[in-house]
């Protein structure tokens, strides 16, 4: 990877910045809990400032893990869960295999089958994930219209096994647990834009946490900050 100019201009070093953004991701914490955290640090960090950083680095980091992916299984558990932005409820359509690793994820205001094709179409672009031999999800009627649709279309293979069953999807609604631990103490958002990135490095430092990133394995902390750090080519 080329060298990065991402931090060019900031006031504050590099580290610093991934250190605020990488925490904020992965632990149950308010921008204002990482300002009081730098404060003991003699560090004077605004939460806006927080803030602002994790909106520009979520997606480059998710961008960036991408290639680094193990493969995943071709059984894969779809559910959506609930996200509140600016009073309103929207859609957080997840995926997993069948041993838990994340597939893909994708927020929607909609909940039908225009939603659910655009997701399964997102899904299956990267090279990491397999064809779907099984594909469980729950009672929604959104989702078998939506399949067959993009058999037709060739997108599924026709050999694809549609399944509605809910108590299939247990090991995805425990892997939701992540993501609403981490929506909760940030009060919830204020834009579309901003629950989509914010969502977007939720669920990219869970796939770090869970251990699928070739080399760096689940439980290894150190492992998973270099990694991080190695990405945007600062020392660990």
């Given at each position: 990877m080329a060298k990065t100019n991402l931090f060019k201009w900031r006031h504050y070093e590099s580290e610093i910045i991934l250190l605020c953004v990488r925490w904020y991701l992965r632990y149950a914490l308010s921008y204002r809990d990482l300002e009081e955290m730098m404060r003991e640090r003699n560090l004077t960090v605004d939460h806006t400032t927080i803030y602002r950083w994790v909106q520009k680095y979520a997606l480059e980091l998710?961008?960036?893990i991408r290639p680094h992916l193990r493969l995943t299984n071709d059984s894969y558990r779809i559910d959506e869960t609930y996200v509140k932005i600016k009073?309103?409820?929207?859609y957080l359509y997840r995926a997993v295999d069948s041993s838990g690793q994340t597939i893909d994820f994708m927020l929607s205001a909609k909940r039908?089958?225009?939603?659910a094709k655009r997701?399964?179409?997102?899904?299956?672009k990267a090279s990491q994930h397999q064809s779907p031999r099984v594909i469980n999800v729950d009672r929604n009627n959104a989702y078998p219209p939506a399949v067959e649709?993009?058999?037709k279309e060739g997108v599924f293979p026709v050999t694809s096994q549609l399944r509605q069953c809910k108590y299939l999807n247990n090991i995805l609604e425990q892997d939701h647990r992540f993501i609403k631990r981490r929506v909760n103490p940030g009060l919830g958002f204020f834009s579309f834009n901003t629950a989509r990135r914010t969502a977007s490095g939720y669920e990219t430092m869970n796939i770090i946490r869970k251990g699928q990133i070739e080399g760096v394995g689940k439980?290894?902390?150190?492992?998973?900050?270099?990694?991080?750090?190695?990405?945007f080519r600062i020392a660990a």
């Open positions: 998710e961008k960036r009073g309103k409820w929207y039908d089958t225009k939603a997701f399964f179409r997102k899904m299956l649709e993009l058999k439980g290894d902390i150190r492992g998973q900050v270099r990694f991080v750090s190695n990405l």
